[in-house]
């Protein structure tokens, strides 16, 4: 079974370009580019949560555009992607706006892919959201919704994107909430494993609104240790497995909640990352990621998941080629035939982000 015939939706992708455009790594991209020595080595003056979480910080002190993912794409028939947020910095209310004004402004679908949609920043607990929401409407006709930078580890050696724990559960989140719900707006929710329970009670409080659970819950350590103590041992790492196991169960019992096939080579989950340029084999991939791919088909079907390379994120674990390779056979092995594949490589995520139909030949 392979994705020959389909019109492939890459439904997370992430563009910037960090000496151009304000970014929370701009500071550090330029130091590193312009400090008299490898990057390689130059990386070793930044934190160890950091470097965990980068695995190849080459990648962040370029800009990657429409042109880089390209050419990293092989074969994959990719006709149409998403675009999701990605740290963009700046201090004015609706300043998360310019990021979805700068993608909407790039070269897609000349001779890359088109650009079918556009998840963008906002924080529903901060003031002025709504007018936030206005803001990112007026820049671009694709955009879908936004992504909260929520992710919170509770060990100090994994890298949090939030300054504490329970951001999804405070009262202003959930009031801010709303206005998505009221505009038709979908949610991404990229957060770690434990937090996947406030996920699920987002979802309870509004089943109006389409909650996109990014990453699988990003279950840090479950293939190796990271930080402190997290994934420490293969024992440790099993708990990590049955936790997650029942959570994502939970979370799937909402038919307002589908979920991403992606991110599964994030270093962060604690896979070796192996040397620039030579993507893991999918072999190896397989049996790491095997059993939570099968639990997600069993827990979502189908019918709610969705493909996403999460380039160039994933970049120094695997290439989107491998990516798509390793949740073709794991379909493949699940009973899965061409209309769970057409499912899980386009139509779902043409219908969750409102993807032009004419994008897709």
Same mark, same amino acid.
């Given at each position: ?13 992430? =563009? ?24 390689? +080595? ?7 949560? @950091? ?6 910080? @080459? ?12 050419? @990293? ?8 992607? +998403? ?71 509770? #060990? ?31 949610? #991404? ?5 434990? =937090? ?7 979802? =309870? ?127 493949? @092995? ?28």
């Amino acid at each position: 079974m392979d994705l020959a015939g389909i019109s492939v939706v890459d439904a997370h992708v992430h =563009q910037w370009d960090p000496l151009t455009t304000p970014r929370d790594f701009s500071l550090l991209a330029k130091v590193f580019r312009y400090v008299p020595m490898s990057i390689d +080595v130059a990386a070793r003056l930044a934190p160890r949560r @950091d470097r965990e979480f980068v695995g190849d910080p @080459d990648i962040y002190v370029r800009p990657y555009l429409p042109a880089d993912y390209r050419a @990293d794409l092989g074969a994959v028939p990719v006709e149409a992607l +998403v675009h999701v947020e990605v740290e963009w910095a700046g201090k004015a209310p609706a300043a998360k706006a310019d990021e979805t004004r700068w993608v909407a402004s790039l070269p897609f679908g000349v001779d890359t892919p088109a650009l079918g949609a556009i998840v963008g920043s906002g924080d529903p607990a901060a003031e002025g959201f709504a007018a936030l929401i206005d803001a990112h409407q007026s820049a671009s006709s694709l955009f879908r919704g936004i992504r909260t930078m929520v992710a919170h580890h509770p #060990d100090p050696g994994v890298r949090s994107f939030c300054p504490a724990p329970g951001a999804l559960t405070t009262k202003a989140f959930l009031d801010g909430f709303a206005v998505l719900a009221e505009r038709g707006l979908s949610f #991404d929710a990229w957060v770690y494993s434990h =937090q996947l329970p406030e996920v699920t009670a987002l979802a =309870q409080r509004y089943p109006e609104v389409t909650v996109v659970l990014d990453h699988l819950g990003t279950p840090a350590g479950i293939f190796g240790p990271v930080g402190k103590h997290t994934g420490a041992n293969p024992g440790v790492r099993r708990d990590l497995f049955v936790r997650w196991r029942d959570d994502i169960a939970t979370l799937a019992a909402h038919p307002n909640v589908v979920a991403k096939v992606s991110g599964m080579a994030m270093p962060i989950l604690g896979h070796p990352v192996p040397v620039r340029g030579n993507p893991t084999p999918v072999p190896e991939l397989l049996e790491r990621a095997a059993p939570l791919l099968h639990h997600a088909l069993d827990v979502f079907g189908a019918q709610r998941l969705i493909w996403g390379s999460n380039f160039p994120v994933d970049k120094p674990i695997t290439s989107v080629a491998n990516s798509a390779r390793v949740v073709v056979d794991v379909l493949a @092995d699940h009973g899965g035939g061409a209309a769970e594949l057409e499912q899980i490589f386009r139509g779902n995520a043409q219908r969750v982000y409102g993807i032009d139909a004419e994008l897709l030949t």
